[in-house]
């Protein structure tokens, strides 16, 4: 069974343009999940789709938002960019995510994202 | 609320020696708890997870973890290093609530392997 998919593998982007990050989970998996990972706070949680809604976010602000498809892949989008942006951005699926926490998260090889 | 707590960012061993990673855990309710292993330039690859069906939990590559209730930690060891243990680990405690999936990781601990 193929892996996490998470395209493209290396961005880069100047400061105030947009971009778009594309996750394709596991086959069957329903839940994706997205995280960013920087050298000073570590992983941090951002979002997660379940059936093409977003079931939570975490403590980032709007200019993060993302989406899920009917076939489960997920996009994530960053407007107006900033350096602290920059960052090793992971995508996580998971079957349904509904057995009370011990779903295990599979992840993806991540988007490396470096803003000038 | 939650939260993780890796003791050590770096660790450094010699080939063939005993591998200890400390993580110690906060939860109000019984927790699941997760080891993923990073390697350079990849993503989180699961080593084991603890779901309580029982307290020592054996993974891939050699790595076991022990569940200590009494002590909220959940360390991970490997009886003998190889030098391709060399990475980031990384603890993590999953948390349910509201309807939504989401991992609360430790920061890590980067281990070296030196010959």
């Known amino acids: 069974k193929a892996g996490v998919t998470q395209t493209p593998r290396y961005l880069i982007k100047t400061r105030g343009q947009q971009v778009t990050l594309s996750c394709s989970p596991i086959s069957g998996h329903r839940s994706v999940s997205w995280y960013q990972q920087t050298p000073g706070q570590g992983l941090q949680f951002l979002f997660e789709y379940f059936s093409e809604t977003q079931r939570n976010k975490g403590n980032f602000p709007g200019r993060f938002s993302g989406r899920q498809f009917s076939n489960s892949r997920s996009e994530m989008n960053v407007s107006t960019l900033e350096l602290g942006d920059s960052a090793l951005y992971l995508c996580a699926s998971s079957l349904a995510g509904t057995s009370g926490g011990a779903d295990t998260q599979y992840f993806g090889p991540g988007t490396r994202l470096t803003v000038l | 609320a939650q939260s993780v707590t890796q003791l050590g960012s770096h660790v450094s061993v010699s080939e063939g020696a005993l591998v200890l990673l400390r993580c110690n855990y906060s939860?109000?309710?019984?927790?699941?708890l997760f080891w993923y292993v990073q390697y350079p330039n990849q993503g989180l690859q699961l080593l084991l997870k603890y779901t309580s069906a029982a307290t020592l939990v054996k993974g891939i590559n050699g790595f076991e973890a022990e569940f200590k209730k009494s002590e909220t930690s959940f360390h991970l060891t490997k009886p003998s290093a190889h030098m391709s243990d060399a990475a980031e680990y990384f603890c993590a405690v999953s948390r349910f609530s509201g309807g939504y999936n989401k991992l609360i990781f430790g920061a890590g601990t980067r281990l070296a392997v030196h010959p």
């Open positions: 939860s109000s309710v019984p927790p699941y």
